[in-house]
């Protein structure tokens, strides 16, 4: 693959991660976004490979972006990388220019992965049907105090184009349809929810997001019970 602008020639940019995880998918997507070539590989995350644990010592998890031999972990940092790193490129930058709107950015992108993929975990690996369903509500009132933030209005967190905000949130959308047939619950309801929505299929239709979130449902069912 070509360089895109702003990426030298001899730069070296590899993720680790697992295809399900939304926390590399939303690296991926903004990988995409910037138009940065990289080199994918798959972790086994029951048997983890030594450039991983090397990588990221602390706490040993995917997502792992490796830029130059140079390791960053932690997805919402590794985006925020990204975004400086790359500031030249073709891509739109992921965080605004005006300090009060990157901090709001960076807020809310705290708040969705404290509200939504707090809970999304606990609905994973939870024992009880009744504590799934009570960590399934808590994410739902999340989704809807991030509706009257989005508003109809806008057609993205980020304004006209994909933002910050829209890559965390969106990262989650693949589970959602996985949670539903898991227990019943729909974390994103249209009715309830028209402007989320409608987001979340323009944030789908998105050329830097096709092909990058999980579809087939079943097969990460399969996947997660590998984990229980």
């Not at 993205?156 to 959602?176: A, E, P, Q, R």
Request: aromatic share 10%.
């Amino acid at each position: 693959m070509a360089a895109a602008a702003g990426v030298g020639e001899g730069e070296e940019v590899k993720l680790l991660g697992c295809w399900d995880s939304p926390f590399v998918n939303r690296v991926q997507i903004a990988l995409n976004l910037k138009g940065i070539p990289y080199e994918y590989v798959e972790e086994d995350l029951h048997c983890k490979g030594a450039v991983l644990l090397a990588s990221n010592p602390v706490h040993k998890k995917v997502p792992v972006l490796i830029h130059n031999g140079k390791p960053i972990p932690e997805s919402q940092v590794i985006l925020q990388y990204i975004d400086e790193a790359w500031a030249g490129s073709d891509g739109p930058s992921l965080l605004p220019a005006d300090p009060l709107q990157r901090a709001a950015a960076r807020f809310w992108a705290a708040f969705v992965d404290d509200k939504v993929g707090a809970p999304w975990f606990t609905i994973l690996f939870a024992r009880e049907t009744e504590e799934k369903k009570e960590a399934a509500a808590r994410a739902v009132a999340a989704m809807e105090t991030l509706e009257g933030t989005l508003g109809e209005e806008k057609a993205f967190f980020g304004g006209d184009g994909i933002g910050f905000v829209d890559v965390v949130l969106g990262s989650y959308l693949g589970w959602f349809v996985v949670i539903e047939k898991m227990i019943g619950v729909k974390l994103l309801d249209a009715a309830r929810m028209p402007a989320l929505a409608a987001w979340a299929e323009r944030f789908k239709a998105a050329d830097a997001v096709k092909g990058v979130l999980p579809e087939d449902v079943d097969k990460v069912l399969e996947f997660l019970q590998t984990f229980l």
